[in-house]
């Protein structure tokens, strides 16, 4: 009787542990795939499905056939370089101008007492609903109004101020910080932009960092906005540059995969480093709202 | 050395008198304004604006920004008899309703899966599982538009060598459609099961023991006990996974090299958008598209709300 309930017990563990390494194996596939295909010639990308093989080297692989020539192609003659500067500036200042900002608005609208404050908030709420799609020929012709076509302002500001970042940082302040602490700062004449930065700001900590890697992953993978905004080849950002690579280049696999690599190691990295408060912070407007 | 103490006599008064006028300046709500108008300036230049812009450009026929032509409600009667919008609504619904069908059972089983208390590397499971999610929609496009080719794609030679299948199969012509819910499948399984996961911290492990007891089946604590306890996370996950899926749009036209594919089989309606507003230059046409949108949009979300109201009530 014990023995069929550790038996059986035995089997559910192997079994689901079966189940979640296959899911694991497919979904690390793609990834496999293109790290080969990043290093590989296009003969053998064409030729091998994963690394280039030859019938006498170590486990049928060839080693010395792998190469770096599609990085330095990228970086030297194709401007890959430029693209990822820009798209590191453009992020960056996204991230830190959202968060800020959001941050602030939040904090304003969780923590002090205002006359036209839950007319605010609505608006806030109103603010989220509104699909990204509906804007965007609209927003072409704000940014040619206001002579912001084809310049990085005009893809950085429209996305430093997103609706669901204040609903987000207003919930994180009402739930982290504690109105007698602001109170008892207030007594003690600290002013009340410095309650905002020295008080409520470190104690979401945990809501900034989430955030800023939300509006910066964003803004790096933001393939539209540039597309639309920007004119002058030389500026564009990451995405679109490889989004025309792949139209001149569609048969060189390996440098579109080399350029593939290139532009998502960084954020996989980023993610990495705040895995924790990411996770937590995008499910904390799920779970807790 | 005690230099805060002689300052505290003369300081002291001083300050006292100074607290009203100075918090007339910079009171509470003051603050809240100076905080607020950051962000508020920027909302109102780049959505208050454009919803306006939106509205105005309905009306109009344009060519680009500065030519324009009034034409009234002609742009949606047009659009309500155009035979490629409808061929993108419809695109858009199938990929949206299969994404979902066979996207999210597969999220809550694998949150099911690693919600076992006996798993082991259950943090590197959720890590390989949600990374995808982090590669965005442009590189993915690059890396299954390359793994669906035709003889040198993984997918074709993976499916050859197991299966005998075709290794012609043009699934960028054929399938779109399938190709594309795959690849948004790799991409955002792991994101949806990170909520389920979530979720699933609300199941009560006393009412799942008491079930067990009461000889409930698997199948049966999973509908009695485990559902209503994720269904406030499921209603809105399957929300968020419908707007997002009617959005769908660099996917489908970074796969296809900037097309719609063979006779329009991979348009989407935000694709059809971009097209008449960017590469035709009628921004008129292009807002009327994204007013259909955004009135789908918000019955989806009425319908979610009064679905999850209505399953509340009955429960």
Redesign the interface.
């Known amino acids: 009787m014990t023995r069929s309930v550790s038996n059986s017990?035995t089997a559910?563990?192997v079994g689901?542990?079966g189940?979640?390494l296959i899911?694991?194996a497919l979904?690390?596939?793609?990834?496999v795939?293109?790290l080969c295909?990043a290093f590989k010639l296009n003969e053998d990308?064409?030729a091998s499905?994963f690394l280039p093989l030859n019938p006498e080297g170590f486990l049928g692989v060839a080693w010395n056939r792998l190469t770096v020539i599609h990085f330095r192609t990228l970086l030297g003659s194709l401007g890959l370089g430029r693209a990822a500067l820009i798209s590191v500036f453009l992020s960056a200042t996204t991230a830190a101008l959202a968060t800020l900002?959001?941050a602030?608005?939040g904090?304003?609208?969780a923590k002090?007492?205002?006359?036209g404050?839950t007319w605010?908030a609505a608006?806030v709420l109103a603010?989220v609903?509104?699909?990204?799609?509906?804007?965007?020929?609209?927003?072409?012709?704000?940014l040619?109004?206001?002579s912001l076509l084809d310049s990085y302002w005009g893809l950085i500001?429209?996305a430093?101020?997103p609706?669901f970042g204040?609903f987000l940082f207003r919930q994180a302040m009402t739930s982290s910080v504690p109105d007698q602490l602001l109170e008892a700062a207030r007594i003690d004449?600290c002013?009340?932009?410095r309650?905002?930065s020295l008080i409520a700001l470190p104690l979401v900590r945990p809501m900034v960092g989430a955030f800023m890697l939300i509006t910066f992953?964003g803004a790096?993978?933001n393939?539209?906005g540039p597309q639309?905004v920007l004119q002058t080849p030389a500026k564009f950002p990451l995405?679109v540059f490889?989004?025309q690579l792949?139209?001149t280049y569609?048969q060189d696999?390996g440098l579109?995969?080399a350029?593939?690599l290139v532009?998502?190691i960084p954020?996989?990295g980023l993610?990495l480093l705040l895995?924790r408060e990411f996770?937590s912070g995008?499910?904390s407007g799920?779970?807790k709202g | 050395m005690t230099p805060a103490l002689p300052a505290s006599g003369p300081l002291g008064p001083q300050a006292s008198a100074a607290a009203p006028r100075r918090r007339s300046l910079s009171g509470p709500a003051l603050a809240a304004w100076l905080l607020l108008a950051p962000w508020l300036i920027l909302f109102a230049l780049f959505v208050l604006w454009p919803l306006g812009e939106a509205a105005r450009l309905a009306v109009l026929q344009t060519f680009g920004p500065s030519a324009t032509n009034f034409v009234g409600g002609r742009n949606f009667s047009a659009l309500f008899a155009d035979p490629l919008f409808w061929i993108a609504v419809r695109n858009t619904a199938i990929y949206a309703a299969t994404s979902v069908l066979i996207q999210l059972p597969l999220a809550l089983g694998l949150a099911m899966l690693l919600n076992r208390p006996d798993v082991r590397a259950r943090a590197a499971f959720r890590l390989i599982f949600f990374s995808p999610s982090l590669v965005g929609v442009v590189y993915v496009a690059m890396i299954f538009g390359i793994m669906f080719e035709k003889r040198t794609g993984l997918i074709n030679r993976a499916l050859h060598s197991t299966i005998g299948w075709d290794l012609e199969y043009p699934w960028l012509q054929n399938a779109i459609m399938a190709a594309l819910v795959i690849a948004s499948l790799w991409q955002w399984v792991g994101f949806n099961m990170v909520y389920f996961l979530a979720a699933l911290q609300n199941v009560r492990q006393d009412l799942m023991e008491a079930a067990r007891i009461d000889g409930a089946g698997p199948w049966a604590r999973f509908r009695l006990v485990t559902l209503p306890a994720i269904r406030p996370v499921a209603g809105f996950v399957v929300l968020l996974s419908v707007i997002g899926s009617f959005q769908l749009f660099e996917l489908p036209y970074l796969m296809l090299n900037s097309s719609a594919g063979p006779e329009n089989r991979g348009l989407t309606i935000v694709m059809y958008l971009y097209q008449t507003g960017f590469e035709i230059g009628d921004l008129g046409y292009a807002s009327a598209i994204g007013w259909v949108l955004a009135v789908l949009l918000v019955v989806c979300a009425v319908a979610q709300r009064l679905l999850s109201r209505g399953e509340e009530d009955a429960a």
């Open positions: 017990r559910a563990f689901v542990h189940l979640l899911a694991a979904m690390l596939t793609p990834f795939w293109l295909a990308v064409v499905t900002l959001c602030a608005a904090y304003a609208l002090l007492q205002f006359r404050r605010a608006l603010a609903t509104i699909p990204g799609p509906l804007l965007l020929a609209p927003s072409y012709t704000v040619y109004q206001i500001l429209p430093a101020a609706a204040v004449g002013s009340e932009l309650l905002f992953l790096w993978t393939y539209i639309i995405a490889i989004a792949k139209g569609y696999y579109l995969m350029a593939t532009s998502i954020v996989l993610f895995q996770i995008l499910t799920a779970v």
